[in-house]
């Protein structure tokens, strides 16, 4: 018995400690966390919530328009309406298109960049992640306008040289717009990725790597049987980020709509918001696929979340 009080005593003193370092837990934490989750609840929780209830009504209008309107109960009506909307159907149809496109494609990329970035040199390796980030730099906006200006045939440089080889390829039309968004998104959101995969390569263990050089693995098999596993957790976070990303286009086709007939006011389902809140001025059908492809969102980040936690698992 005797024996065991000096043990007690270093973890006595450890948690005595602990207490008297201010921040570290009961009113230093709530005053920390108190603002962020008033700015939550501001910023986010009341938004939805105001959504919510203004899908569950809608606008009536009495007689011929004349007479005024009425905002009446109509509880899911509105979802039956939005669903049933064959335009914003086709919406969420161009979407998955989009997504089985831009997803794998934007991983690849990434992956394939930030192995390349993890076995460069140190004097070329800083100067490669300012080229690969620069692009994310740019404003979404910015970034959509520059490429819609690449993609107009009779000004862009880039059709010109290639109509001048006899390669003829028009970038807006139906079949080559929605690549055309692909590529806009990749180059815009590849360098992003690459930051998030490279800094998970930098925490593999330099032993693991030696190891397997010792074994007779080269770069390549290295790369892809050694460093690309360990760092499953962050492709499953940049898988998650790009999902989302990917269910909330609306710049680059928003853009890409005053150069080209191929894309419509609702050619995806956030256009068909906009369109619904500020062409038709039906804010309730508005909100209400404003709901719907939130839940979306949730149910996809849901199933991606569960898919890799249980490749971690295996």
């Known amino acids: 018995m005797t024996a065991s009080a000096p043990s007690v005593a270093p973890v006595a003193a450890a948690r005595s400690r602990r207490r008297s370092i201010p921040g570290t837990g009961g009113p230093a934490a709530t005053v920390f966390l108190v603002p962020f989750f008033a700015l939550f609840a501001v910023t986010m929780v009341a938004p939805v919530g105001y959504a919510i209830g203004m899908s569950l009504f809608a606008e009536r209008r009495n007689g011929l328009g004349f007479g005024g309107s009425e905002v009446e109960f109509v509880g899911l009506g509105n979802y039956t309406t939005v669903l049933s909307d064959a335009s914003f159907l086709e919406g969420f149809g161009r979407l ?12 690849v990329v990434a ?3 930030a192995l390349l970035l ?22 979404g906006v910015i970034a959509a306008l520059i490429w819609a200006y690449l993609y107009t045939p009779g000004i862009s440089p ?20 929605l690549p055309s968004m692909v590529n806009i998104a990749v180059w ?25 050089r010792v074994d007779g693995a080269g770069e390549i098999r290295t790369a892809f049987s050694i460093k690309t596993p360990l760092i499953a957790p962050a492709l499953g976070v940049a898988l998650l980020f790009t999902v989302i990303g990917s269910l909330q286009l609306f710049t680059e086709p928003k853009i890409l709509s005053s150069a080209t007939t191929a894309v419509t006011n609702t050619w995806v389902p956030n256009m068909w918001a906009y369109d619904a809140a500020f062409n038709r001025n039906n804010l309730p059908e508005a909100a209400t696929a404003s709901i719907i492809l939130a839940v979306l969102a949730g149910a996809l980040s849901w199933a ?5 936690s249980r490749e971690r698992t295996r």
């Open 96 to 107: 998955a298109v989009y997504c089985l496109l831009y997803v794998p494609t934007l991983l």
């Open 111 to 113: 992956l394939l960049l």
């Open 118 to 139: 993890d076995a460069t040199v140190t004097v070329a390796r800083r100067a490669f992640q300012l080229l690969l980030f620069l692009p994310h730099a740019v404003p």
């Open 158 to 177: 880039i059709v010109n040289v290639l109509a001048s080889g006899g390669i003829e390829i028009s970038f807006l039309s139906v079949q080559m717009v």
């Open 188 to 212: 815009e959101w590849a360098g992003y990725n690459v930051i998030i995969l490279f800094t998970a390569l930098q925490t593999v263990p330099r032993e693991v790597l030696e190891a397997a």
């Open 304 to 308: 991606v979340t569960r898919f890799t």
